[in-house]
């Protein structure tokens, strides 16, 4: 019967009606943002950008996305990983020694405080009696049999912080709420753009 396939192919247009929905979530937004009420300047003009991560792939691509659009954004910007790069805990005089050779002013460190699975179930449709015959009575019956649309996905939150190197204080930290993505350049792109359009109007770059 010709009714199956075209059944499954309403089926298949709910589920990328879904995933089109989630992949706008996937934009990074900002939930929460702090400057340090005392700084008076001047901006940072050379960031070291430090990611914390048990992948050590994922680490230095998010790295060199974030560099890469910092300096997009007018600001002169280097990777940690090149002279940190162990992995897990770094000892306080590596990360000093990183420091001086990198010749930074500021270190920005981005890490995850909390992933959220979340499991969203789109109900299928309630059945509104008899549909009547020919094309306008099928497509009623197709659309009363759909199934309910299950979606699964996690939801990451981090934490962005920037650094003074010359107080060793924070001047600016952000948190973020996005959708996890397995295409970590595309998503730093995304994240770097919400941080440091704010951090630009904070005055902190």
Request: aromatic share 8%; hydrophobic share 45%; net charge neutral.
């Amino acid at each position: 019967m010709p009714h199956r396939p075209l059944r499954r192919r309403f089926a298949s247009l709910c589920a990328v009606l879904c995933l089109l929905l989630l992949s706008a979530c996937a934009t990074p937004s900002l939930t929460n943002a702090w400057k340090d009420p005392n700084f008076a300047g001047p901006p940072a003009k050379r960031v070291l950008v430090l990611g914390i991560s048990n992948s050590d792939a994922h680490r230095r691509i998010f790295e060199d996305a974030f560099v890469q659009a910092l300096r997009e954004h007018g600001v002169d910007a280097v990777p940690a990983y090149p002279k940190l790069p162990e992995r897990g805990e770094i000892a306080r005089d590596r990360i000093q020694a990183a420091v001086a050779a990198s010749g930074a002013d500021a270190v920005l460190v981005t890490r995850p405080i909390k992933v959220e699975h979340q499991v969203d179930v789109s109900p299928a449709p309630s059945p509104m009696g008899w549909y009547g015959t020919g094309f306008y009575g099928w497509y009623g019956a197709v659309w009363a049999a759909q199934p309910a649309t299950v979606t699964q996905y996690d939801v990451l939150t981090l934490e962005s912080t920037l650094w003074n190197l010359g107080s060793e204080h924070v001047t600016w930290s952000g948190t973020t709420k996005s959708i996890e993505s397995d295409d970590i350049a595309r998503f730093t792109a995304r994240l770097a753009k919400v941080l440091i359009e704010q951090m630009r109007r904070d005055g902190v770059l």
